[in-house]
Protein backbone atom coordinates (compact mmCIF):
# COMPACT_ATOMS: atom_id res chain seq x y z
CA UNK A 1 0.00 0.00 0.00
CA UNK A 2 1.40 3.34 -0.95
CA UNK A 3 2.13 5.94 1.72
CA UNK A 4 -0.02 9.45 1.66
CA UNK A 5 1.44 12.53 0.44
CA UNK A 6 -0.15 14.52 2.99
CA UNK A 7 1.36 17.70 2.22
CA UNK A 8 -0.04 17.57 -1.55
CA UNK A 9 -4.00 16.36 0.09
CA UNK A 10 -4.33 18.91 2.00
CA UNK A 11 -3.19 21.36 -0.87
CA UNK A 12 -5.70 19.40 -2.85
CA UNK A 13 -8.65 20.00 0.01
CA UNK A 14 -7.62 23.77 0.24
CA UNK A 15 -8.20 23.65 -4.08
CA UNK A 16 -11.99 21.87 -3.00
CA UNK A 17 -12.76 24.58 -0.08
CA UNK A 18 -11.27 27.65 -2.09
CA UNK A 19 -14.64 26.14 -4.77
CA UNK A 20 -17.14 25.43 -2.51
CA UNK A 21 -16.21 29.01 -0.82
CA UNK A 22 -16.89 30.29 -4.43
CA UNK A 23 -20.30 28.57 -4.12
CA UNK A 24 -21.01 30.06 -0.79
CA UNK A 25 -19.87 33.50 -2.09
CA UNK A 26 -22.25 32.91 -5.52
CA UNK A 27 -25.10 32.90 -2.58
CA UNK A 28 -24.33 35.51 -0.66
CA UNK A 29 -23.81 38.02 -4.08
CA UNK A 30 -20.48 39.11 -3.31
CA UNK A 31 -19.06 39.52 -6.23
CA UNK A 32 -15.76 40.32 -4.55
CA UNK A 33 -15.58 37.12 -2.90
CA UNK A 34 -16.43 35.29 -5.94
CA UNK A 35 -13.25 36.71 -7.80
CA UNK A 36 -10.71 36.44 -4.81
CA UNK A 37 -12.13 32.22 -4.09
CA UNK A 38 -11.76 31.51 -7.88
CA UNK A 39 -8.19 33.04 -7.92
CA UNK A 40 -7.21 31.15 -5.13
CA UNK A 41 -8.65 28.46 -5.92
CA UNK A 42 -6.68 28.74 -9.22
CA UNK A 43 -3.52 29.93 -8.03
CA UNK A 44 -3.57 26.68 -5.44
CA UNK A 45 -4.48 24.58 -7.77
CA UNK A 46 -1.21 25.69 -10.29
CA UNK A 47 1.12 25.40 -7.10
CA UNK A 48 0.39 21.40 -6.58
CA UNK A 49 0.88 20.87 -10.52
CA UNK A 50 4.05 22.74 -9.99
CA UNK A 51 5.11 20.55 -6.94
CA UNK A 52 3.97 17.55 -8.57
CA UNK A 53 6.33 18.41 -11.83
CA UNK A 54 9.25 19.02 -9.92
CA UNK A 55 9.01 15.91 -8.11
CA UNK A 56 9.55 13.42 -10.73
Do not use: C, E, H, Q
Not at 14 to 43: D, E, Q, Y
Amino acid sequence: MKKLDIPMLLLASLVIFMFVFTGIAIAFRNIWLVLLFIILGFAFMGLGIYLKRKRK
